[in-house]
Nanobody, 126 residues
């Protein structure tokens, strides 16, 4: 059973930055595509970014493109989300997710992921 634990959330002013981390255990991390999602109050959970098992392919939602960077360190079984130029609309609970089966295609939707972390709150004040 894969377990994912997010960290790094917090309160930041608009224009600031945060780095989220997601540590994985209980599986072969290097085989999994990984994703970051977020869910704001009253809204659906949405994809923020995704990264292939090699790290060679990434995807970003239009709303974060140019401001967020997803990366991974397979030796540490950890995926990161570096967030710059944060806006109040980035406020949400951020979730890490792992796709438990190998795929050549980068998963971008919630239903494609098999394992989820508990989430970490990011609050951006104006």
């Amino acid at each position: 059973q894969v377990q994912l634990v997010e960290s790094g959330g917090g309160l930041v002013q608009a224009g600031g930055s945060l780095r989220l981390s997601c540590a994985a255990s209980g599986g072969t991390f290097g085989n999994y595509a990984m994703g970051w999602f977020r869910q704001a109050p009253g809204k659906e959970r949405e994809v923020v970014a995704a990264i292939s098992w090699t790290g060679g392919t990434t995807y970003y939602a239009d709303s974060v493109k140019g401001r967020f960077t997803i990366s991974r360190d397979n030796a540490k079984s950890t995926v990161y989300l570096q967030m710059y130029s944060l806006k109040p609309e980035d406020t949400a609970v951020y979730y890490c997710a792992a796709k438990g089966t190998f795929s050549y295609l980068l998963p971008r939707t919630r239903d494609e992921y098999d394992y989820w972390g508990q989430g970490t709150q990011v609050t951006v004040s104006s």
